[in-house]
T-cell receptor
Framework: GAGVSQTPSNKVTEKGKYVELRCDPISGHTALYWYRQSLGQGPEFLIY????????DSGLPNDRFFAVRPEGSVSTLKIQRTERGDSAVYLCASSSDRNTEAFFGQGTRLTVV | EDKVVQSPLSLVVHEGDTVTLNCSYE??????LLWYKQEKKAPTFLFMLTSSGIEKKSGRLSSILDKKELFSILNITATQTGDSAIYLCASSSGSRLTFGEGTQLTVNP
């Protein structure tokens, strides 16, 4: 595709439920990043993939968060046992390699009620 | 811990004014400094700076990096209402971007 695509654009879920957020990066981009942005803050790093492997997952806040990229393209961010504090905009970005600019998707606004 | 600080946090100007946005950083393994514009959800890429003293320009926007003093500025000349947005500065260590809080710019007609 022409840009980074994220689905869904909005997700409302009940506390304790499981959610999956999808990211389809720019075709050919090997580097993929997930960020989380709370209101009034800059995006906060979660995880970086180079190809299929998570090269840096040090930003994941706890073990309820997990992400995969099985074929080196589409990535899914998975959140178990959601909490109200998980409410935020989840942004995905991709770049052709880790030394070039990253391009962001429109984000998924997650609301946990 | 990597840190990026932007100032001011908010700025209100009139159309036609020139603005300067500031970004300072403390980063291990620094590779580059990036500027993004965020209007709704998606930050859109403006500039990536890797070398000191080389100004990058795109229309009315320009940016420069000082790697000795660890800061960057983003200038916008002849501002328009369409420039109203949050401007994010981020440092790159290769595997991640560390963002500042952003500067909320409002341009009034």
């Amino acid at each position: 595709g022409a840009g980074v695509s994220q689905t869904p654009s909005n997700k409302v879920t009940e506390k304790g439920k499981y959610v999956e957020l999808r990211c389809d990066p720019i075709s050919g981009h090997t580097a993929l990043y997930w960020y989380r942005q709370s209101l009034g803050q800059g995006p906060e790093f979660l995880i970086y993939f180079q190809g299929t492997g998570a090269a840096d997952d040090s930003g994941l806040p706890n073990d309820r968060f997990f992400a995969v990229r099985p074929e080196g393209s589409v990535s899914t961010l998975k959140i178990q046992r959601t909490e109200r504090g998980d409410s935020a905009v989840y942004l995905c970005a991709s770049s052709s390699d880790r030394n070039t600019e990253a391009f962001f998707g429109q984000g998924t606004r997650l609301t946990v009620v | 811990e990597d840190k990026v600080v932007q100032s001011p946090l908010s700025l209100v100007v009139h159309e036609g004014d020139t603005v300067t946005l500031n970004c300072s950083y403390e980063v291990t393994n620094f590779r580059s400094l990036l500027w993004y514009k965020q209007e709704k959800k998606a930050p859109t890429f403006l500039f990536m700076l890797t070398s000191s003293g080389i100004e990058k320009k795109s229309g009315r926007l320009s940016s420069i990096l000082d790697k000795k003093e660890l800061f960057s500025i983003l200038n916008i000349t002849a501002t328009q209402t369409g420039d109203s947005a949050i401007y994010l500065c981020a440092s790159s260590s290769g595997s991640r971007l560390t963002f500042g809080e952003g500067t909320q710019l409002t341009v009034n007609p």
